[in-house]
């Protein structure tokens, strides 16, 4: 009889003593394997315990000169932040060249502005994770390469509101939670308050609907939603979009932070200045479509009716908007073709991780003067973009852009032209 092998995964941990080579996508340090193992600079020297592919510093023996102390107290373990030790302009450095690096890797010569802070405020929207071990609530995120909750009482990357509301959080999540199931909490910063929704929750009893609304009244939330149901609301729990106002569905997307959002709505606002027919694909709740249908009609395509219906909402209840045409569709299986595409003056594009690569051939063939295309994913950006530049598009300078500081996501945002 065979024996089967245990995974390097599973297997009995080696010790190893490495020097980190480079920093990865994800934040974590490459070292000679490969070995990914968080906490480490390039340069640094560590003792580390070693399964497969990942590795656990177990003291570190050399400090790099771009190491800083992380300004949050479980910043080490937390898989919210992975590179809170890394010295600021170091760090910007980095994450610029995660960009420039995937642009080379897809054969672009590209000009790649500094990389713009987005932080601003801080991120409007949290998803914390609960559950009881051995009686005690675990409330915060999940761990880096693994599946524990790290245990926190503040997130100082996370929005005043959201902040503020973490002790009202996580008694809210004892009430709600089934003594051995996991609770999700979800978070937005609205202009009225926050929006939480809790997915999970062991009952939804009177008395749990009522510690809900007791600390929604207590503190100013605008709506509170448990496994799906709305159990209290003072305020619709709206945003600002240029001149409407949207309300995006509990748990939607929303990009991280609102200067996140401001500097890529810039960049769209500027390309579609003069334009009278405009495409926003992908276009969630409306970030783009809402600001450009005060300049030009709009057909706005997403793939969720949830989003695309309070995009449809908020168009229409806003006076002096150009006519919106909202479509929900799957872009990934029925792109737009050529001919629909026909006659718009500019196409704005901001797809999932995945990226868009159906829908570029389709654009790489189409007649559309003026793309906006955005991404969270500098590989997809960088694949994407090859498609349209083999189309005949020029493209313009990429600004990477920091809503999600402190981590491995960068936004990129870049304009093409045809001839
Ligand atoms: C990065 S978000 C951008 C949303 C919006 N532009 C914004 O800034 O708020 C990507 C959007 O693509 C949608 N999406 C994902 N896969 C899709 C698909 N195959 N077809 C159409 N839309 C899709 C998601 O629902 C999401 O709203």
């Known amino acids: 009889m065979k024996r089967r092998r245990p995974s390097p995964a599973r297997s009995a941990p080696r010790r190893a003593t490495l020097t980190a080579q480079t920093l990865g996508a994800r934040g974590d340090a490459v070292l ?13 020297t560590a003792e580390l315990e070693v399964r497969g592919e990942r590795g656990r510093v177990v003291r570190r023996l050399t400090d790099s000169p771009d190491r800083v102390a992380p300004f949050c107290p479980v910043a080490d373990r937390c898989g919210g932040c ?28 590209a000009e790649v502005r500094p990389l713009m802070d987005a932080h601003g405020e801080g991120r409007r929207r949290a998803t914390f994770h609960a559950m009881m071990i051995g009686g005690r609530l675990v409330f915060g995120f999940m761990e880096r390469a693994g599946d524990q909750i790290v245990d926190l ?29 996991r609770l999700e909490i979800a978070v937005a910063a609205s202009d009225a ?53 949207v309300m995006p569905s509990p748990g939607g997307f929303l990009q991280a932070t609102a200067a996140g959002e401001a500097v890529l709505a810039a960049i769209v606002m500027e390309a579609a200045q003069g334009a009278a027919k405009v495409i926003d694909l992908y276009a969630g709740s409306g970030a783009f479509a809402l600001r450009l249908a005060e300049l030009a009609p709009v057909l706005a395509v997403e793939g969720d009716a949830g989003p695309l219906g309070a995009l449809n909402h908020a ?65 997809t950006f960088a694949r994407d973009a090859a498609i349209l530049i083999e189309g005949g598009y020029r493209m313009g300078t990429v600004t990477p852009v920091d809503q999600f500081a402190w981590t491995g996501h960068v936004e990129v945002a870049a304009v093409f032209r045809r001839g």
């Open 153 to 181: 009482e503040d997130c100082p990357v996370a929005h005043p509101a959201i902040r503020a509301a973490i002790p009202a959080l996580r008694t809210l999540a004892r009430a709600a939670i089934h003594p051995r199931r």
């Open 82 to 109: 992975s590179v809170q030790h890394f010295r600021p302009e170091a760090y910007r450095a980095w994450k610029r060249d995660l960009v420039v690096q995937a642009l080379s890797r897809a054969g672009i010569e």
């Open 193 to 245: 308050g926050l929006d939480v929704a809790l997915t999970g929750a062991d009952t939804l009893e009177l008395a749990m609907r009522e510690s809900a609304a007791d600390s929604a009244g207590r503190h100013g939330w605008a709506r509170v939603t448990i496994n799906g149901d709305p159990v209290f609301k003072m305020a619709d729990p709206a945003l600002k979009v240029g001149r409407a106002s």
């Open 32 to 44: 000679p394997g490969p070995i990914y193992a968080p906490g480490l600079l390039p340069g640094e």
């Open 315 to 379: 168009a229409r209840r806003t006076p002096g908007l150009k006519p919106v045409d909202a479509k929900v569709r799957d872009l990934a299986l029925e792109p737009l073709s050529v001919s629909e595409l026909a006659g718009a003056d500019l196409v704005v594009l901001d797809p999932p991780r995945a990226g868009a690569k159906t829908q570029c051939e389709r654009l790489a063939d189409s007649s559309v003067p003026v793309i906006v295309s955005i991404s969270c994913n500098p590989a």
